[in-house]
């Protein structure tokens, strides 16, 4: 059984930066393709950024030039950071991820979600 545990969520005021950390543990041979995505109050879960066990990237237009994702294989941990945050970020933040166990199972995780907001 696998899980992810996010942490690095908290106030922070416009212009400001928060990282992000996405930790899987478990039976984990391998994470491959995982992505971050957002709650905001009165809007529906979106994909925030991706990236693949390739090292691709994705991120939705809103977030392109101040979010970057990154991961750390040796770690089992994807990263998210954020530059120039907006009150607009204000979100709960779920980290998702595709593993390979070390059964050679591939499963779909979520985490537990992290509350991020961007207020003065």
């Known amino acids: 059984q696998v899980q992810l545990v996010e942490s690095g969520g908290g106030l922070v005021q416009p212009g400001g930066a928060l990282r992000l950390s996405c930790a899987a543990s478990?039976?984990?041979?391998?994470?491959?393709?995982t992505g971050w995505y957002r709650r905001a109050p009165g809007k529906e879960r979106e994909l925030v950024a991706g990236?693949?066990?390739?090292?691709?990237?994705n991120y939705t237009d809103s977030v392109k030039g101040r979010f970057t994702i990154s991961r750390d294989n040796a770690k089992n941990t994807v990263y998210l950071q954020m530059n120039s945050l907006k009150p607009e970020d204000t979100a709960v933040y779920y980290c998702?991820?595709?593993?390979?166990?070390?059964?050679?199972?591939?499963?779909?995780?979520w985490g537990q979600g992290t509350q991020v907001t961007v207020s003065s």
């Open positions: 990236i693949g066990s390739g090292g691709s990237t």
């Open positions: 478990g039976s984990i041979f391998s994470v491959d393709a």
């Open positions: 998702n991820a595709e593993v390979l166990t070390t059964g050679l199972y591939r499963l779909a995780i």
